[in-house]
């Protein structure tokens, strides 16, 4: 491949280099460094002698009040949609357009790495800019590929290594609870063994009382009692907060005495998901100390080493592989929900409901069957779910995997079944998580990030193209100019019509 030189570079116009640096970018999205992009303001001149009293009021360094419309730099970070840019830096996708005229029409994420420069409008109380961890550390993606939990946790010979509890149907051990909600969540295990020594010492304290553990991560409920239960609860809140940001929706959050944090514009969404947390559960100091450098991110420093030398695990300009609907399209089932969340109650929206017909309502297991939405192999199974890996190589962790829920246990294929395009897994059922009538719930993962149903790769099914609503389980299945209303109570208006091509 042919390279600029130095010298011809000196000659361009600024401009030009500008657009062709984008241009690489968009082309060569393997090619992106891995070290932390600290987004530090230097101190101006004639400030030193005062930096330690500034230190003590000012915690982390602030950002001017830029000109409306005022071009910052940034670069892409993993992730990144022009959306999600637009809502944090107080723009519009157009404007981002106007200044990067090189991004294509079709562009989905933004190759980590791109230089950028996005017209900013000032905000007030934008928080700390220090990056904790960068999100390929915070999925359960390929970063956790080989990470053995129950190993790790042995080797560290504390009170957590001998911990048992009853947990989803059984007597669990530590290692099974942190693995069971790190791949339910899609939740790194590292992020939440260092979640779980920074809040409660599991692994420097020797032992632990029955109301600490209780109250394992600062989660006061009485909801939410001993380690499988606050940790499950924690991950939910962090899912919330992460994807929040990837979408663009969380701007803002209160901290413990109602004082007001908006996320620095610049930062990355597994930041802001632990700002998020910590907000809920500490109060000021104690924030201010863990979202800082000597905080949370230590302590996953001593536990897990240097986060940042992990590689980005989303490149620039996913697409999702052609998909079908997850059953035969012969006879007319409903859309019963529309996106809402992939596991747990509330953020990532990246999930679908489907129902087959039936003479009455409840629950009862169909004799129709649900299908494969795509050719892979069945990674994972348990009470009423499988996930089918696309890209075949039996690592959930890595490219595209499909989460099937309320699939019943009786008649389904085993893990490690090969199936095809349109191929049988099971039968719809209430079996598993929380059902009011026979349907299938799916969701998609992306080297174990959930991708949001309608987002900017929207989950399109048999050309079938999902629309959100204002609320979780609402909206709109659309192909041409056919509209379907998601309808948890199904009537004609959410009736899939019956495509012999679908299929």
Request: aromatic share 12%; proline share 8%; hydrophobic share 40%.
């Amino acid at each position: 491949m042919k390279t600029h030189s130095a010298k011809a570079f000196q000659t361009l116009p600024m401009k030009k280099i500008f657009l062709i640096l984008i241009l690489l970018a968009f082309s060569l999205v393997a090619c992106s460094g891995s070290s932390q992009p600290l987004l530090m303001i230097p101190t101006a001149p004639g400030e030193a002698d005062e930096q330690a009293v500034q230190a003590v009021e000012t915690p982390y360094p602030t950002r001017p009040a830029y000109q409306p419309g005022e071009l910052v730099e940034y670069i892409a970070q993993a992730g990144d949609t022009l959306p999600a840019l637009a809502a944090r830096f107080n723009t519009t996708e157009a404007e981002i357009r106007l200044a990067n005229p090189i991004i294509p029409p079709d562009a989905t994420t933004m190759p980590p790495g791109m230089p950028m420069q996005i017209p900013i409008y000032y905000r007030a109380l934008w928080g700390n800019p220090y990056q904790i961890i960068p999100d390929a550390a915070f999925v359960n993606g390929p970063d956790a590929s080989t990470f053995n939990t129950a190993q790790f946790i042995n080797q560290q010979q504390s009170w957590f290594y001998q911990y048992k509890a009853w947990a989803f149907s059984g007597t669990r051990t530590a290692a099974e609870i942190v693995d069971y909600v790190a791949a339910n969540y899609s939740i790194s295990p590292k992020l939440l063994l260092a979640l779980l020594e920074y809040q409660a010492g599991v692994f420097s304290h020797s032992s632990i009382s029955s109301d600490a553990e209780a109250n394992l991560l600062g989660l006061d409920s009485p909801f939410a009692i001993g380690v499988y239960l606050q940790l499950s609860r924690a991950a939910n809140i962090l899912n919330d907060g992460y994807y929040r940001w990837r979408e663009g929706d969380l701007i803002e959050f209160e901290l413990e005495d109602g004082s007001i944090v908006r996320p620095d514009p610049w930062q990355n969404a597994a930041t802001v998901s632990l700002q998020y947390f910590f907000a809920q559960v500490l109060d000021v100091e104690s924030y201010k100390l863990a979202i800082g450098q000597d905080g949370f991110a230590q302590t996953y420093q001593r536990l897990f080493g240097d986060p940042w030398s992990i590689e980005p695990h989303i490149a620039g300009s996913l697409k999702q592989p052609d998909l079908l609907l997850p059953y035969v399209n012969d006879v007319t089932w409903a859309f019963t929900g529309g996106p809402h969340t992939g596991w747990g109650s509330l953020f990532p929206w990246s999930a679908m409901d489907f129902a087959p017909p039936s003479e009455h309502s409840g629950c009862d297991i169909s004799p129709l069957a649900t299908t494969a939405v795509g050719s892979g192999v069945v990674v994972r199974d348990g009470e009423g779910f499988l996930v089918l890996d696309l890209d075949g190589d039996g690592d959930e962790h890595t490219g595209w995997n499909i989460f099937y829920l309320h699939v019943a246990n009786e008649g389904r294929v085993p893990v490690g079944t090969v199936v095809e395009a349109g191929d049988f897994l099971g039968h719809p059922s209430c079996e598993g998580g929380r059902s009011t009538g026979t349907h299938i719930h799916i969701a998609r993962k992306y080297n174990g990030e959930w991708v949001s149903a309608s987002g900017v790769i929207p989950f399109v099914l048999s050309g079938w193209q999902p629309l959100a609503g204002d609320a979780a389980y609402s909206g709109y299945l659309v192909k041409g100019d056919t509209y379907i209303l998601a309808n948890t109570k199904p009537d004609n208006r959410s009736a899939i019509p019956v495509d012999g091509t679908d299929q």
